[in-house]
């Protein structure tokens, strides 16, 4: 998609939100820290989703959907996305 990472960013996945939690504040952290989660933790399953936010000021929200799981191919660089709705 051509980001470079530059705006926050979130998952949402089952109701705990993961992201780059605020340490400036004294409130007790709402963010999860997303580095601690594993891909397969977070999609364990065909059909398994979770919310994509990037760039809050922006409202970017995908919806990612698990639809299938594939063999490892040799010599393939992973992850990879394979397919996608609505691309420009």
């Given at each position: 998609?051509?980001?470079?990472?530059?705006?926050?960013?979130?998952?949402?996945?089952?109701?705990?939100?993961?992201?780059?939690?605020?340490?400036?504040?004294?409130?007790?952290?709402?963010?999860?820290?997303?580095?601690?989660?594993?891909l397969s933790r977070a999609l364990?399953?065909?059909?398994?989703?979770?919310?994509?936010?990037?760039?809050?000021?922006?409202?970017?929200?995908?919806?990612?959907?698990?639809?299938?799981?594939?063999?490892?191919?040799?010599?393939?660089?992973?992850?990879?996305?394979?397919?996608?709705?609505?691309?420009?």
């Amino acid at each position: 998609m051509g980001w470079q990472d530059y705006h926050l960013h979130e998952f949402e996945i089952g109701g705990q939100r993961y992201g780059v939690p605020n340490t400036d504040s004294d409130l007790p952290a709402e963010v999860a820290r997303d580095s601690t989660v594993k891909l397969s933790r977070a999609l364990p399953r065909k059909g398994a989703s979770l919310l994509y936010s990037y760039a809050f000021g922006d409202n970017w929200v995908h919806s990612v959907v698990l639809e299938d799981i594939v063999p490892i191919e040799p010599d393939t660089k992973y992850p990879r996305v394979v397919d996608g709705a609505r691309a420009w």
